[in-house]
């Protein structure tokens, strides 16, 4: 082989290792973007749980909340009633 052939041997040698770099460089970067994306998404879709769990709790505690207002006002109610009711049979106050 003479000299020049043996050099564009080379030179094409060379450029071939720099493509085979590009290309693996390239799905390093593809991979990283992926796994990125994937990580995000696995962020948000906990963050959505999160949120339901949240409000599922505050309308479960709005809602004890609530009846428990509702059974304080009936007991109250009925100790009116009872009071009154005394008052009525035995005569004593308004």
């Known amino acids: 082989?003479?000299?020049?052939?043996?050099?564009s041997l080379f030179v094409v040698g060379l450029s071939l290792a720099g493509v085979g770099t590009a290309?693996?460089?390239s799905t390093k970067q593809a991979i990283k973007h992926d796994a990125k994306t994937a990580g995000h998404a696995i962020g948000d879709g906990a963050r959505e749980v999160g949120h339901?769990?949240?409000d599922?709790?505050?309308k479960v505690g709005h809602?004890?909340?609530?009846?428990?207002?509702?059974?304080?006002?009936?007991?109250?109610?009925?100790?009116?009633a009872t009071k009154h009711g005394f008052k009525e049979v035995?005569?004593?106050?308004?």
Do not use: Y
Not at 1 to 7: P, T
């Open 1 to 7: 082989m003479k000299r020049g052939m043996v050099l």
């Open 23 to 25: 290309v693996a460089q």
């Open 52 to 54: 339901a769990t949240r």
């Open 56 to 58: 599922v709790a505050i």
């Open 63 to 80: 809602g004890a909340r609530d009846a428990g207002r509702g059974i304080g006002k009936g007991a109250r109610e009925g100790w009116d």
């Open 90 to 94: 035995f005569h004593k106050g308004g």
